[in-house]
């Protein structure tokens, strides 16, 4: 870019000067341009011309890791033989059984079979007493779908009336749950003192009978919904549930509350699945104690229901024809595995026993579709039941604890059309 002296800018005049001096750096900026984008293109080839040469070095060297991988694989080395390798490294830990006297050496592999043996039992019956849907508290996540919108509480769900109760199992535990007083727009209070014990499944809680509720409420019968110890807010420390052992002496104690607290003068439970088994068996064992029981889906011995699922989740790998004794053998040990687990000693006793006590009226009612406890429990409870008024209902396609979703008008009158017939 030219440069003017001040002379010089008099002599020809600063308009004059000053095109001159934008016409130069104009052209200073143009050069400085061209030299940049000659130079951003030479570096664009390089980076191209840099990766081309990495990318093509890498699909060589991967070639030749194939190519080496492929040879040795092919070759017949110690890792691809895996009886020799099997042998060579179990020859020292098999060497000194040789030496060992033939009754030690059996007694060592009947113990060690016995232990892993012992090891599944232990899991299976884990899971058994800890269903995939076993949960405290009152999780508003993973709910079946059959509670539909009875999540929450009476109030919440229903316009119910409720109170926050508790009371003392007959191990000292806290049973926690909620009890639903007849309501205000209720004008016929004359069975305000037949009350009703709601007990849930086995994984769940209080809600189970909440949409049921609303049917007991209008008809004007007072409802105590709570949860079995380890269920719940009820106490407990993640045991899962026994099969009956303690949910029926959590039974029995809602019993007892409601006559003592609450001036109950009938008292009539209302259960599902192990709810139902374990209201048989508080009957079944203190006769008297209950005056009316209606079961939905209950199941008759603990060993029974195990079994059945055992041979559902075995029945691929041992067939009834060639493992025959095998499975006999593996059933029978590891429910008893169950039965000790559980609290029930080697009895496999269960509401099928009991109910042959049981002398209050009974409503036995069972889906036809029902996998977890098939319809054939409730029909030998049904059956083995010797008391004078009973009655039973095979709800067609309906599954496990959804009788009153498949058919709601029906499961509401049958339960009461019971009700005015063995208590009112």
């Not at 009226?361 to 098939?374: A, I, Q, R, Y």
Request: net charge positive.
């Amino acid at each position: 870019m030219d440069v003017y002296s001040v002379g010089e800018i008099r002599r020809r005049g600063a308009p004059s000067v000053a095109k001159e001096l934008k016409a130069g750096s104009e052209r200073a900026l143009a050069s400085l341009r061209n030299v940049r984008s000659r130079s951003f293109n030479s570096l664009t080839d390089a980076q191209k011309n840099f990766l081309g040469e990495v990318k093509g070095k890498i699909k060589t060297e991967l070639k030749s890791v194939a190519a080496e991988a492929e040879e040795f694989i092919s070759t017949p080395h110690l890792l691809f033989r895996p009886m020799f390798m099997i042998l060579a490294i179990g020859l020292p830990l098999l060497f000194p059984l040789f030496f060992i006297p033939l009754k030690i050496l059996l007694l060592y592999i009947v113990s060690f079979l016995l232990w892993y043996v012992t090891l599944v039992a232990y899991f299976a019956t884990e899971v058994a007493m800890k269903p995939p849907w076993y949960r405290t508290g009152l999780s508003l996540k993973a709910q079946p779908s059959y509670w539909k919108h009875c999540v929450h509480n009476p109030l919440e769900d229903l316009q119910l009336e409720f109170e926050d109760v508790e009371f003392q199992g007959a191990d000292g535990r806290t049973l926690r749950g909620w009890f639903v007083p007849v309501p205000d727009f209720v004008e016929n209070k004359s069975r305000e003192k037949i009350m009703i014990v709601c007990v849930h499944g086995a994984g769940r809680d209080r809600r189970a009978f909440l949409r049921h509720s609303e049917i007991f409420a209008e008809a004007g019968y007072p409802i105590l919904m709570f949860d079995l110890s380890e269920h719940g807010l009820s106490d407990g420390q993640g045991l899962g549930f026994s099969y009956g052992r303690r949910e029926k002496l959590d039974v029995l104690s809602a019993v007892r509350y409601l006559r003592k607290a609450r001036g109950a003068e009938r008292v009539v439970v209302v259960g599902t699945s192990t709810g139902a088994s374990s209201a048989i068996l508080a009957e079944g064992i203190y006769p008297g104690s209950i005056d009316a029981i209606i079961a939905e889906n209950p199941f008759t011995r603990p060993a029974d229901l195990f079994r059945l699922h055992l041979n559902e989740t075995l029945k691929n790998y041992l067939s009834q024809n060639q493992h025959h004794i095998m499975r006999r053998l593996t059933f029978w040990y590891f429910s008893r595995i169950l039965l000790i687990r559980a609290g029930h000693s080697f009895r496999n006793t269960g509401a099928v026993d009991a109910v042959k006590n049981v002398k209050c009226p009974l409503f036995v009612l069972h889906g036809t579709s029902d996998e977890v406890v098939p319809i054939s429990h409730g029909e030998a409870i049904y059956e083995a039941a010797t008391c004078d008024v009973k009655a039973f209902w095979a709800a067609k396609d309906a599954i496990h604890c959804a009788l009153f979703d498949k058919y709601p008008e029906e499961w509401k009158s049958r339960a009461l059309n019971f009700l005015e017939q063995a208590v009112c």
